[in-house]
């Protein structure tokens, strides 16, 4: 049903040119190719990588209906009035089911329509589960070579475990809203320790209290002033040696209150997001956030080189033949797959 | 590892707020294993040509109760054209008198459907136009 032929039209070089010139239908159809893997995908990405490294990325983060849309578009429209172009990469999740998806966050957008400083890309998941897809990387690497001065990465609605957008942001925002968890659910591990900046949003609401104190419950236990580093493909948090000279120098994780459907408090946290841009660049935590990105990135590419390789290289029906004989217990998943493996 | 999907923008131009119509077929899409954009009630022309310029479509689906498509659908078909975008599909769904469905695909339109199109139709229509971009 998905299997439509693949797009062999317009020639690389021509996107890249289209891409760097600021053409937003080659722009578009690049954001396409890099998406759906295509074979011209890792030229046209070698060719537009120099060109990427100048935009300030910002993630997104949070539950499904914290606001994180909305925030978005009322974050862009701020970054728009301070003079800024921005590009936008919104993900939402692909069914495991039918491999379909609905993709909504142009609904909450319309207030950024027809403005020729803003970009904005809906993604689907497409079998990734840690936030992103697994090409949104790559996506934001082409928004960063077409010249966007911010480009804000919206992941999916997470739970508590998705932190996958910590490696692929230089700034990350956390959204929560009020009434949504208890100071237990704050001093879980996972997603609140990625955060940069937390926002709770939706602010005008009851309950806000209460998730404030807890969220600022939280930040006390921690200390405020971890780093992360990358260590055997983990995320690892490290904390900074709190010596008193230190202490300024730290980034200070705050927690923010915002109406994103009125703006209010939408100006003090682009603020804030251009003050830990500044952070970086001054305490060199940028070089490490570049090191993660880039880790990350060459892994990608790698395992997903291997994915194809592998994948090449087991005969047709092999696959099915050992899945049935474990069915039938006659073979066990482990020697499968390492008989498998050997034919790589 | 290729990987290519069907991409349709599902939009309602005009400004009738009937939404449910647009809602049930960008499901039933999202079921048949498409990508679905849906960008919601009250759009303009020109906010559905540029929405499906950055979002890279196959397929324009415009939903129109409001009696306005023979003004509103041909526009979105030229201004689509008019960016590039000439093999982009574009169907429409909704309430069209029988005597407005040939003068719309004389203005460009792939497709028209009615009330009580199936998914099936939906689909088939689309997997058998649907054209790769100049």
Redesign the interface.
């Known amino acids: 049903m998905n299997g439509v032929e693949p797009r062999t039209t317009t020639a690389a070089d021509a996107l890249v040119a289209g891409v760097l010139g600021g053409n937003r239908l080659l722009l578009a159809r690049a954001i396409s190719r890099v998406e759906n893997q295509a074979p011209e995908a890792s030229a046209l990405l070698t060719a537009l990588y120099p060109h990427s490294g100048q935009a300030h990325i910002i993630g997104v983060t949070g539950a499904p209906g914290t606001g994180k849309s909305t925030l978005v578009t009322a974050l862009a429209q701020c970054y728009r009035a301070a003079g800024l172009t921005v590009g936008i990469v919104a993900i939402d999740p692909t069914s495991p089911f039918t491999g379909g998806a609905l993709l909504g966050d142009r609904v909450r957008m319309r207030a950024l329509a027809g403005d020729a400083g803003v970009f904005m890309r809906s993604m689907a998941t497409r079998g990734s589960l840690g936030g992103l897809s697994k090409t949104t990387g790559d996506v934001v690497t082409v928004l960063d070579a077409a010249g966007f001065d911010r480009i804000i990465v919206e992941t999916v609605g997470v739970g508590q475990a998705e932190v996958e957008i910590a490696s692929t942001a230089h700034t990350t925002l956390v959204i929560e809203a009020p009434g949504l968890g208890d100071e237990v659910q704050a001093i879980k591990a996972g997603i609140l320790e990625i955060a940069d900046i937390l926002v709770v949003n939706k602010a005008d609401r009851p309950g806000m209290d209460r998730t404030l104190r807890a969220l600022e419950m939280m930040l006390d236990i921690e200390g405020n002033g971890a780093r992360y580093v990358r260590h055997h493909g983990q995320l690892l948090r490290v904390e900074s040696p709190v010596e008193s000279d230190e202490e300024d120098r730290r980034w200070k994780v705050i927690v923010m209150k915002t109406v994103a459907t009125d703006n209010t408090g939408v100006e003090e946290l682009r603020q804030r997001i251009e003050a830990h841009r500044h952070w970086l660049m001054e305490s060199g935590e940028l070089a490490l956030r570049q090191q993660l990105r880039i880790a990350n990135t060459l892994e990608n590419i790698i395992r997903a080189e291997l994915n194809r390789r592998i994948a090449a290289s087991i005969p047709a029906g092999r696959l099915d033949e050992l899945v049935e004989q474990i069915r039938r217990r006659e073979r066990d998943p482990y020697s499968a797959a390492a008989e498998l493996l050997s034919l790589v | 590892?290729?990987?290519?999907?069907?991409r349709v923008l599902v939009a309602k131009p005009g400004l009738d707020g009937h939404d449910r119509g647009a809602k049930v077929v960008?499901?039933m899409?999202?079921?048949?294993?498409?990508?679905?954009?849906?960008?919601?009630i009250?759009?303009?022309p020109?906010?559905i040509a540029?929405?499906a310029?950055?979002?890279?479509v196959?397929v324009v689906g415009l939903s129109i109760l409001s009696g306005a498509h023979m003004t509103l659908c041909p526009k979105v078909v030229e201004l689509l054209r008019a960016?590039?975008?000439e093999h982009v599909l574009v169907v429409v769904g909704g309430i069209i008198p029988d005597e407005d469905v040939e003068k719309l695909k004389a203005a460009g339109i792939d497709g028209v459907f009615g009330p009580g199109t199936s998914s099936e139709e939906y689909?088939n229509f689309i997997?058998s136009h649907?054209r790769?971009?100049?």
Do not use: C
Request: proline share 2%; net charge negative; no cysteine.
């Open positions: 590892m290729s990987e290519r999907k069907i960008a499901r899409l999202r079921d048949a294993g498409f990508e679905v954009i849906y960008t919601g009250r759009q303009t020109q906010m540029e929405a310029l950055q979002e890279d196959d960016q590039g975008q689909v997997t649907v790769v971009p100049a």
